[in-house]
């Protein structure tokens, strides 16, 4: 019999033919940036990724405070399998940012405040999945974790504002309600870092669901050994 | 992991690296025009005041002049720091006021060129151009590595943990 495509399948597809659109956008569609030349180009990667960090402590946030409220398995699941897709988007926020400071401000890192924040978003993520590892499993666990994520949440609206709040190297904020009016993009600009946002978030969805899944099959495993165990001892 | 991920997640492998490298060569390719440094030494206006001609002298002293089109973009900062962005067809009479004031401040420039005619007219880049290609190619090329060793941790994960379902369910049978 046929199998039918499911949504996991649907979704790699799209995502995939998004990567692909993005690219050619990036590379054979937009201009080139008239002050920062062909490196501006690393923005359609940055911005988006640090857009997928950013979701991805939110989405810890929001499924910490639903198993706190409901105490069902799904939201811790989904918390930490956003935390993972979260800590690898973030930490290629740092780098992408990182190469790209170099050439345009001859420095790879600055203690700025913009820069500092996602630093500090990057090792809330290490500590919540760090505490995930090394503490015991059950409710308590999963209690403890919940509240590292919602308090680490709390740094997110502080790196999308600090730009502005702080005036430093960083450009300000050119998407979202605070946006600056004199720094937004051109319309090309503007419709590629669009494209690529919209890429990345759904890059971001499928990973979360591929690792949502791993997490199912863990707990699976460890439900299975303890009701092997339960066998044995009844034996 | 199905056939058609397999099938998407191959022509993705396949098909990142030949757009990054193709895109990184047109873009190089795009910036062949002739690229020169210096400070402006000679401004020449209409008698409207609008910007009709500009000279600057390179490191080793050599003078050139340039036209400019309307579709000369500019750059440029002033003392304080404050990048004024337009072009020619929009603020001609501005781009002669700035290119005056660097004069001035003997602050240097980045001209490019193509026919003799000066496509753009920014501050003078920190570094090479050529050189800022290998940040821009770096950037993409680590970062959807990085993913695309993700996902295969990922997949490659899902699959050791389905034979080990698979084990204990037999196991337990």
Not at chain 1, 105 to 119: D, I, P, Y
Not at chain 2, 80 to 102: K, M, T, Y
Request: glycine letters at 6%; proline letters at 3%; one cysteine or more.
């Amino acid at each position: 019999m046929k199998k039918a495509i499911n949504s996991a399948d649907l979704l790699l597809v799209l995502t995939s033919a998004l990567m692909a659109l993005t690219l050619w956008l990036v590379f054979m569609w937009v201009p080139t940036e008239t002050n920062q030349g062909s490196v501006q180009r690393i923005l359609y990667l940055h911005v988006p990724i640090a857009w997928g960090s950013m979701m991805g402590i939110i989405i810890v946030a929001g499924s910490s405070v639903m198993y706190l409220w409901k105490r069902k398995q799904i939201w811790d699941r989904l918390a930490v399998s956003s935390a993972e897709v979260g800590v690898v988007f973030g930490g290629l926020m740092l780098l992408s940012g990182v190469i790209w400071a170099r050439p345009v401000w001859s420095v790879w890192w600055t203690g700025e405040a913009k820069l500092t924040t996602a630093l500090i978003l990057f090792f809330v993520y290490v500590a919540y999945l760090m505490f995930r590892a090394y503490f015991p499993p059950g409710a308590q666990r999963q209690r403890l974790s919940a509240i590292i994520g919602l308090v680490g949440a709390i740094d997110t609206p502080i790196i999308y504002f600090a730009a502005n709040l702080w005036s430093q190297a960083h450009p300000p904020t050119i998407t979202g309600p605070v946006a600056n009016e004199n720094s937004a993009l051109g319309s090309d600009l503007g419709t590629v870092l669009l494209a690529a946002t919209i890429t990345f978030t759904f890059l971001f969805i499928y990973l979360v669901q591929c690792r949502y899944k791993v997490r199912t099959a863990e707990d699976m495993i460890v439900n299975l050994k303890r009701s092997q165990a339960v066998t044995m001892t009844g034996l | 992991m199905g056939p058609l991920n397999k099938i998407c997640l191959a022509l993705c492998i396949l098909i990142t690296p030949v757009v990054i490298f193709t895109g990184s060569l047109r873009v190089a390719h795009a910036q062949s025009d002739l690229i020169l440094s210096g400070i402006i030494v000679g401004v020449e206006t209409d008698e409207e005041e609008r910007l009709t001609k500009f000279a600057i002298s390179d490191s080793s002293g050599v003078v050139t002049s340039f036209e400019v089109a309307s579709t000369t973009q500019y750059g440029l900062e002033n003392q304080a720091g404050d990048r004024w962005v337009s072009n020619q067809l929009d603020d001609p009479v501005e781009a002669a006021r700035r290119l005056r004031d660097h004069r001035r401040r003997f602050a240097p420039v980045t001209v490019s060129i193509s026919d003799g005619v000066a496509n753009s007219v920014v501050e003078r880049y920190e570094g090479k151009l050529e050189t800022n290609l290998g940040y821009l190619f770096s950037a993409f090329t680590v970062t959807w590595a990085l993913f695309f060793g993700y996902v295969f941790y990922i997949s490659r994960k899902q699959r050791v943990l389905h034979h080990e379902i698979a084990r204990l369910k037999n196991s337990s049978e």
